[in-house]
């Protein structure tokens, strides 16, 4: 675990007049995670491209590929985080997509995020 990670949640805030502003960010945790590299497999995976009406290799256009990282932290009982949150992780902002915590052996967790910006 070689990569500081930090997850934070957006709130709608408000300004001095009370009208509504863009959305809060407050830090919640933050914490060490290793982030397994992308396998030639996961790039080359994909369905249909058309280029006009003809198909190329199978796979998907550029535009259709998401940036989906998965993060593995250690394991924490009580994770402070959630599905509605989201990961900065080195300046990018990743929406957090799935959670899986080994209850069993208590050693990791695995986040899933996908780049929103």
Not at 70 to 94: A, C, Q, V, W
Request: hydrophobic share 30%.
């Amino acid at each position: 675990m070689n990569t500081r990670i930090t997850f934070y949640s957006k709130t709608a805030g408000q300004n001095e007049d009370g009208e509504v502003v863009d959305a809060v960010r407050t830090n919640v945790y933050s914490c060490w995670a290793e982030v397994p590299k992308t396998n030639t497999k996961d790039f080359k995976v994909g369905g249909k491209s058309y280029v006009g009406d003809l198909q190329q290799n199978g796979q998907k256009p550029l535009e259709s590929y998401k940036d989906v990282k998965t993060f593995i932290i250690r394991y924490h009982p009580k994770p402070p985080f959630d599905n509605s949150m989201y990961i900065d992780f080195n300046g990018l902002e990743y929406k957090i997509t799935e959670l899986e915590i080994d209850y069993a052996d208590k050693e990791n967790i695995l986040v899933k995020g996908v780049r929103i910006s």
